[in-house]
């Protein structure tokens, strides 16, 4: 199983011009969607389509997160840093979630953006709080 800390190599992809496929398979390698258990696969999946869609948007596009909007490049540059930690941290939190989420693709864009920055605070939590 991957590390948590490690981070994507990708840096500022170009992505206009490819096909939605071309750059889903780019963000498989990013996410390093084989590492992922058999059981997460289809949520990774639907992540990883999820992150494409974003890459694909143009760069000045309105995208909600968390309530603000924010232009696709913005959110794009955030994406580039996600790796299988950030992804992998996503999932576990959508699995714990005892309510019905209203817009599931929100709610992951949203905590796929957050996770970029908060990965290193969450793992601390969780080591010093006895939970990993």
């Known amino acids: 199983m ?3 800390v490690e981070k994507s190599e990708s840096s500022q992809v170009e992505y206009s011009g490819m096909k ?3 750059i889903f398979a780019k963000v498989q390698k990013q996410i390093d969607y ?10 990774a999946r639907e992540i990883a389509l999820i992150i494409s869609e974003i890459y694909r948007l143009p760069e000045n596009a309105d995208v909600r997160i968390g309530g603000i909007v924010l232009s696709a490049g ?3 540059e955030a994406y580039e840093q996600l790796g299988y930690g950030n992804v992998d941290i996503v999932i576990a939190s959508f699995k714990k979630i005892s ?3 209203r817009n599931v693709k929100t709610y992951l864009r949203t905590a796929l953006y957050n996770s970029v920055f908060e990965l290193e605070a969450r793992l601390e939590n969780s080591v010093r709080s006895g939970k990993l």
Not at 34 to 43: N, Y
């Open 2 to 4: 991957k590390s948590y």
């Open 20 to 22: 939605l496929y071309e």
């Open 34 to 43: 084989d590492s992922f258990l058999p059981g997460d696969r289809p949520l």
């Open 74 to 76: 913005m959110v794009a």
């Open 99 to 101: 309510y019905p989420v």
